[in-house]
């Protein structure tokens, strides 16, 4: 069974930040890629961004800029710094581990997702 620990949702006004963190086995953490999922009410589940095993990330065009993914292999935790975020950026936050070929990233393993908010 693959566990994967969230946390970090929560409300935020526009142009503010959050930092969701994903807390993983060892196991895991070593060996799969990761990826940042969302979804909003009424839309389609989004890859939001990902890393790869090696630490090459990927993002989606609207969060460049704003969006940071990164890990803490000292706590095996990977983490999505979110800034300067926007009311489109409310929604349900996944964290994923999984597989990348060279091109995409596929989800294998999915968190119980974390609600991010931005309203005034």
């Known amino acids: 069974q693959v566990e994967l620990v969230e946390s970090g949702g929560g409300l935020v006004q526009p142009g503010g930040s959050l930092r969701l963190s994903c807390g993983v086995s060892?196991?895991?953490?070593?060996?799969?890629?990761m990826g940042w999922y969302r979804q909003a009410p009424d839309n389609q589940r989004e890859l939001v961004a990902y890393m790869t095993v090696g630490g090459n990330t990927k993002y989606v065009e609207s969060v460049k800029g704003r969006f940071t993914i990164s890990k803490d292999s000292a706590k095996n935790t990977y983490v999505l710094q979110m800034d300067s975020l926007k009311f489109e950026d409310t929604a349900v936050y996944y964290c994923?581990?999984?597989?990348?070929?060279?091109?995409?990233?596929?989800?294998?393993?999915w968190g119980q997702g974390t609600q991010v908010t931005v309203s005034s």
């Open positions: 994923t581990v999984g597989g990348y070929n060279g091109r995409d990233y596929t989800p294998e393993h």
């Open positions: 060892d196991i895991i953490f070593r060996f799969y890629s």
